[in-house]
């Protein structure tokens, strides 16, 4: 979407419907349309604010998932077994029918056959786990495996706690310092549009009794009478006076409030992006501070 206040085609050329801006003279008919510009740029603001706040909330939620993918990893490190296997599969005689089945002893103290040869000799009295030490392979340090369980335990509580703490104070304050000062503008728009309503049947008001008037102007000039003869047209030219100045006080009185809300529209814009930046620098900075303490 292009910009709202650029004064485009979208906005500023004609229309056919019933929401063209009424036709007094080129700058108030520009401003008039620029405040249409202006309600909808207040309103994609705050949509724009309160998407990002939700985003925030939303962010340590998913940060502190990771923590619990880690902590999956680690639980099954941590309870990935005592040491190296050390069972065979061995055969043994079926109690119940005396048929030799093939079944499985974990905890087997010898393996059913000798499981490696050297030379072509047998290894007598060969034990599994023998052969990891002696060959330094490197085992699972299950001490460390959970610790590691219990850090990104804590991680993910961290992150859920700047969720239910730090996120509310966030939230809070967003509303109270941004948004708030960006709805105040809204009011004021809705009043500065009110008075731009009141010029324009102000001025309508004025072309009604100006057409008057000059409709028995050319009615008597073509008659070739004199304007004094008609009893109603001093009364005519005194109402179309009065309009006119009507008019002109109702559109100056747009003018300033138009002006006030540009003025007061700038200074919420640097005061409140300034205050958001804020809001955001503390928040983010409370995960990273947690982040610290669980490191």
């Known amino acids: ?60 939620v998913k940060l502190s998932g990771v ?27 079926n109690d119940n029918n005396g048929e030799g089945e093939r079944s499985v002893s974990p905890t087997a103290p010898e393996p059913a056959h000798k499981p490696f040869a050297e030379d072509g000799e047998e290894a007598a009295n060969f034990q599994y786990k023998d052969r990891f030490e002696n060959n330094n392979i490197p085992t699972l340090d299950r001490e460390l495996a959970q610790e590691d369980y219990h850090s990104s335990q804590a991680l993910a ?3 859920l706690k700047v969720r239910d703490e730090d996120y509310v104070k966030f939230s809070q304050n967003v509303n109270d310092k941004v ?9 004021e728009l809705e009043v500065v549009t009110k008075q731009g309503q009141a010029v324009t049947a102000s001025f309508n008001k004025w072309k009604e009794y100006r057409k008057t008037k000059e409709n028995i102007e050319k009615d008597y000039q073509k008659k070739g009478k004199s304007l004094s003869e008609h009893k109603d047209y001093a009364d005519v030219v005194k109402r179309a006076a009065e309009a006119d100045a009507k008019f002109k006080e109702t559109l100056f009185d747009f003018d300033k409030k138009y002006e006030a809300l540009l003025v007061n529209s700038q200074r919420c814009i640097r005061t409140s992006r300034d205050d958001y930046l804020d809001e955001c620098e503390v928040y983010l900075k409370s995960i990273g501070d947690l982040v610290t303490v669980v490191d």
Do not use: W
């Open 179 to 187: 948004i708030a000062k960006v709805q105040e503008l809204q009011k």
């Open 157 to 159: 509580a961290a992150f």
């Open 1 to 60: 979407m292009g910009n709202l206040c650029s004064g485009g085609p979208s906005f500023m050329g004609g229309t056919k419907d019933g929401n063209s801006a009424p036709k007094v003279n080129q700058e108030f008919d520009f401003r008039y349309k620029n405040l249409k510009s202006l309600k909808q740029a207040y309103q994609q603001l705050i949509s724009k604010i309160k998407l990002s706040s939700e985003a925030m909330r939303d962010a340590p």
């Open 67 to 93: 923590g619990e993918g880690y902590s999956s990893v680690c639980a099954c490190l941590n309870h990935g077994g005592s040491g190296v296997s050390e069972g065979m599969m061995q055969n043994q005689e």
